[in-house]
């Protein structure tokens, strides 16, 4: 079975957490399944609070109205990918840009419903190069501080964020402690936004595989 219909299969399943009201939506290609799937049951809800620019467009194309955060608080659900998740669901996000609408959103929701084909979860993060959203007159700066933590910063080059800024990826960071490297990063003049999920992870993960989905919860 290819990984994307192991994508859809952890959307599909995503559904049986949407009771109503507005939820909040992510990025990326699992989450475009759950909002194809969810315009399906789009009388259910009273609309959306989305993380990108993209998926505002898809959900509109769906006829699923998108709202701003500041105009509905907290919400009680958000559905998102992740690019690895470890057992105590702290997460890996932003490969495709939108970490900081992303972690606004995670922190505004009471559950987070995380969605991924089961290739995502790994015992220790980290394989997957941490995306961290800088202020570009920051770039060399925070680039150099990256390096003094051990890191390896690509800057993705061409890319700019929703919100006007750049990404560096940072390979060969050792993240045994995520919280700790999350507060570092996060600490260092320049920086958005660093796509660890490690002070609000998940509270359900579902892994679509080859034998249908698994389920994991926060402990
Ligand atoms: O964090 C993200 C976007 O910023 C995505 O959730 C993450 O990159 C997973 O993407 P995909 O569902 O395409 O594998």
């Known amino acids: 079975m290819n990984q994307d219909e192991m994508k859809r299969?952890?959307?599909q399943a995503a559904l049986d957490y949407v009771e109503g009201g507005i939820i909040g939506v992510g990025t990326g290609s699992t989450v475009n399944h759950f909002i194809d799937l969810l315009a399906g049951i789009k009388g259910r809800i009273d609309?959306?609070?989305?993380s990108s620019e993209a998926s505002t467009a898809r959900l509109t194309r769906h006829g699923i109205a998108v709202f701003d955060l500041n105009a509905v608080g907290e919400l009680s659900l958000y559905v998102d990918g992740a690019d690895e998740s470890n057992?105590?669901?702290?997460l890996i996000k932003g490969g495709g840009g939108a970490l900081t609408r992303e972690k606004i959103i995670a922190d505004a929701s009471q559950r987070f419903v995380c969605i991924a084909d089961d290739s995502k979860l790994v015992d220790t993060l980290g394989r997957f190069p941490l995306p961290v959203e800088v202020i570009p007159?920051?770039?060399?700066?925070?680039?150099r501080q990256l390096v003094k933590l051990g890191g390896?910063?690509?800057?993705r080059e061409?890319?700019?964020?929703?919100?006007?800024?750049?990404?560096?990826?940072v390979r060969h960071l050792s993240i045994e402690d995520p919280l700790a490297i999350e507060q570092q990063i996060n600490a260092i003049p320049g920086v958005v936004t660093v796509g660890l999920f490690a002070r609000r992870p998940a509270d359900v993960l579902i892994l679509g595989g080859p034998d249908g989905t698994k389920t994991l919860t926060a402990a």
């Open 87 to 90: 057992h105590r669901l702290q």
């Open 47 to 50: 609309g959306a609070v989305s």
């Open 137 to 143: 007159m920051a770039r060399g700066h925070v680039a």
């Open 152 to 155: 390896t910063p690509v800057w």
């Open 9 to 11: 299969r952890a959307a």
């Open 158 to 169: 061409g890319f700019v964020t929703d919100n006007g800024n750049l990404i560096l990826d």
